[in-house]
Antibody, heavy 116, light 107 residues
């Protein structure tokens, strides 16, 4: 069965960076892109961008341009999302999700807390 | 960016009720829309893709309709496990955008 398993919770200070990982299993990794979506505490869902696992092409929401990098490692079926220059507004749960007609399967989420 | 206006933002309903949630897109998105259910502390789960296709394993009481700018999610016969927050997502144009969510609560 399709599974996306993410790395554990992180705490960072303002100005730092964080890198969240997402391990895919149960399907051919290179056939589906990976999106990243975040959810601030008590708020709605926000799409950050996606990466093609086939050729590494990316599409980032303008809000995150210059601050986010999405990468994949097809040899290990891993996807990564790095967010830099963190501030308190970046405190959120970060989800990876498989792209198929939008997104279908989701990871369990990774809580990133930004606090001094 | 395409704005997804979702309504209502919350509703109270009883078990067995028919519930309708609407998403309106600020421009046409064909049928590039999905509906998601999220329960507290859990990741979202897709219910509907392509505006009207039922995701495998999802009960048939969930249905979606619409195309272009107006979309509807209907729950026919609300069950206790359906109390959750529901979101629409358009994936026609970057950046993909979600509706702000509809919280379905017990009356």
């Amino acid at each position: 069965q399709v599974q996306l398993v993410q790395s554990g919770a992180e705490v960072r200070k303002p100005g730092a960076s964080v890198k969240v990982s997402c391990k895919a299993s149960g399907y051919t990794f290179s056939r589906y892109g990976v999106s990243w979506v975040r959810q601030a505490p008590g708020q709605g869902l926000e799409w950050m961008g996606w990466i093609s696992t086939f050729n590494g092409a990316t599409e980032y929401a303008q809000k995150f341009q210059g601050r986010v990098t999405m990468t994949t490692d097809t040899s290990t079926s891993m996807a990564y999302m790095e967010l830099r220059t963190l501030n308190s507004d970046d405190t959120a749960i970060y989800y990876c999700a498989r792209n198929w007609d939008g997104v279908d399967y989701w990871g369990q989420g990774t809580l990133v807390t930004v606090s001094s | 960016d395409i704005q997804m206006t979702q309504s209502p933002s919350s509703l109270s309903a009883s078990v067995g009720d028919r519930v309708t949630i609407t998403c309106r897109a600020s421009q046409g998105i064909r049928n590039d829309l999905g509906w998601y259910q999220q329960k507290p502390g859990k990741a979202p789960k897709r219910l509907i893709f392509g505006a009207s296709s039922l995701q495998s394993g999802v009960p048939s009481r969930f249905s979606g309709s619409g195309s272009g700018t107006e979309f509807t999610l209907t729950i026919s016969g609300l069950q206790p496990e359906d109390f959750a927050t529901y979101y629409c997502l358009q994936h026609n144009t970057y950046p993909w955008t979600f509706g702000h969510g509809t919280k379905v609560e017990i009356k």
